[in-house]
């Protein structure tokens, strides 16, 4: 890694979009005209491709149908851990959004804030500061909060499937994949048929108010194998439960949540598909999100404001053994909070952050001797952020991030069949123009940061459902500025801090396994990983709320992780999965809490879940349906700046109902059944932290067309 003066001579961005979009035009056209004399074979291949249902692909365990590697492929011959859900399951498990998903995954764990925004943590990759440590898409689209994560909340209704991605993931999918990727893939339009599903559902909570929740998808074809819409929406009214200790006023952390997404398919030509897409996500939590005191009360909250819409465009050529894609996405998050961030101090603070993206890619397609990847990225990211905590001076800050990079992934299969090798690199550029100011001082960050990030891989499959692993892997996040506000007051308090904050990095070592046994019913899955994250960005408490920021010398994680599936029948399947992680600082950081072997901020030490679903025929056309689930994290020692230990916590889940092949359902649902009220990160030194939704019960009916 480099860190440099900005260059005033580079291109810029607008030029290298131009000659972005002027490469993928230029092959498309190409490609169009090649492709005119096998047109009657490739669209022969084409129907069959798309005659063959998702559903099909799915119903033997480990042959759900992934693009870890920017290529389709089996699960289980993909050499990465991952877990990866398809939108039947999370159907049939009652699965309400992303967040969920993902603390049911071996190796990660996520916290729900409220308010619109959740905590992503994978093998002991977690911080509250920086560019996202953990990449996280919505399709083909990236988001990164520039200089806090961003992990928008994604709420789970006609969802294709959900993949998550352990490990360094920079070489094809970029900065902040240091800890592990998380891939949300929707639906996409049928050409050829119409359809749709509508549910409602509504819930009670214990000493709290009721929940109620619409949703709705419809798909409409419009001209045959050509053009096809597809429309979802959501609406949901999340239950309140925290109390006002000061007001009396109750259930004051009620939340409102609002969806909508479009996408329109068009294929001109057989090989040829283009997607537009708009999603738009509205969150208003007056009342705070989900942190409160051990019962379940608060005494100072503010308000979460969340919007944000992304708009994309997606296109895809299949030449007959390479794939060219070209894909372009603008998004924009406003993010508003005003209330007390303690019983004495106010605080206010306004987020604007916009992305715009693009990304060019030509892979290889089907069963070859060497598999390849190649591609360009560009990203424009700009935050503007405007606060006042208490009676201190108000203050602005504005970021800039313009990255580019390169990258290519190459995989070759051995003489030897089952053995092949992978090698991947990425070359990444970011320029960042950032400035803080208050009515006193200002601030500013005029640098370049670079990083080349490589990918090596060896793989071995003694037989079609076994595939063995060894890798190793680089992550990479940029560096950023100090927030001046934070500068002076912990000058007011005798404590220094730098103005800025350099870049982390992070290199893992894995060895993994996979396998089907028992003719295809039993999935095991295992992987042992150790990662070195160098200078991570913390957090230096000034005040019991306020804090600043700095680099420590890093982290050591070392892990195991394990997930066992078992499907003796087609109407029954059992899981068990779980891991181990020991990821500690390894130095002491001067002025905070954290000291060498301290455990690393939110991450549980042990995790393990379990579930389990069963149905059965009650008529030749109707069927019952029960499902189970549980999932049990050790306590997160580690506040965010001071504090006291969390809690260890166990959510158990339950639903039971019927399926019609008429196309209804309905379902009896029960959530957090142990009604655990533990505190699901450290405490804060007020006492704060976040907490489950207490014991709910709800009544959900479905109906597909």
Known sequence: MTRTARASHRPSVPVRQVLCVGIATALLFAANAQADDALATDAQTADTARATSHDDAVKELGSVTVTARKRSERQIDVPIAMSAITGEQIDAFGINNVSEIITMTPGAASVDNGGGFTQVQIRGVSS??????????????????????????????????????????????????????????????????????????????????????????????LIDDRLAARVAVTDEKLSGWTDDNVTGDQDINEQRVKTGRVKVRFAPVEQWTMDLAYWKYESKAPGGGNGALDDLTTNSFYSNNDEWHTAS????????????????????????????????????????????????????????????????????????????????????????????????????????????????????????????????????????????????????????????????????????????????????????????????SIT?????????????????????????????????????????????????????????VYTPTASLMLQLGGAIIDATYVADVPGTPL??????????????????????????????VVRSGVVHDSARETALTAGSPGDAITMLDARIGVEADAGWSAFLYGENLTDEDGALNARTTLGVANRLRPRTFGVLVRYSF
């Open 128 to 221: 509250s500061l920086g560019g996202n440590d953990n990449g996280y898409y919505l399709d083909e689209i990236p988001f990164t909060g520039v200089s806090v994560p961003w992990y928008p909340e994604a709420r789970s209704w006609d969802i294709d499937r959900v993949e998550i991605l352990k490990g360094p993931q920079g070489t094809l999918f970029g900065e902040g994949s240091m800890g592990g990727t998380v891939r949300i893939l929707t639906r996409k339009p049928d050409f050829n048929t119409f359809g749709g599903a509508f549910e409602g559902s509504a819930s009670t909570t214990k000493g709290g108010s009721n929940g109620w929740g619409g949703k709705g998808v419809v798909n409409i074809p």
């Open 313 to 504: 465009f997606v296109s895809t050529y299949d030449f007959g053994g390479s794939e060219l894609f070209y894909s372009f996405a603008d998004a924009e998050l406003d993010y508003a909070n005003d209330g007390m961030l303690n019983p004495t101090t106010t605080y206010v603070s306004n987020i604007n952050l916009q992305v715009r993206t693009q990304e060019l890619r030509w892979s290889s397609t089907g069963d070859r001797q060497v598999d390849w990847t190649v591609g360009y990225y560009l990203r424009e990211a700009e935050r503007n952020d405007a606060s006042q905590v208490g009676g201190a001076p108000p203050s602005q800050s504005s970021q800039t991030n313009d990255a580019y990079a390169v990258f290519g992934e190459v995989t070759v299969k051995l003489p030897d069949p089952r053995w092949a090798l992978t090698g991947g690199l990425r070359y990444f550029s970011d320029d960042v123009d950032a400035i803080s100011v208050s009515t006193t001082r200002t601030s500013t960050l005029n640098a370049n940061f670079d990083s080349w990030n490589p990918r090596v891989s060896v793989s071995f499959k003694p037989e079609r459902d076994t595939t063995l692993y060894a890798s190793a892997a680089r992550g990479f996040r940029s560096g950023q500025l100090q927030p001046i506000s934070s500068i002076l007051l912990a000058e007011q308090n005798g404590i220094v801090l730098p103005s800025t904050i350099d870049p982390d």
């Open 508 to 564: 893992t070592y894995e060895l993994g396994a996979k396998s089907l046994f028992l003719d295809g019913s039993l999935l095991v899955e295992g992987a042992l990983f150790y990662s070195d994250w160098k200078d991570v960005a913390v957090r230096v408490p000034i005040t019991s709320t306020i804090n600043g920021l700095t680099n420590s010398k890093g982290t050591e994680n070392k892990g195991v992780e394990f997930n066992l």
């Open 595 to 624: 000291n060498k072997g301290t455990d690393v901020y939110n991450v549980p030490r042990n995790s393990l879940s379990a579930s389990a679903a069963y149905s059965w025929d009650l008529r030749s056309d109707l069927r019952g």
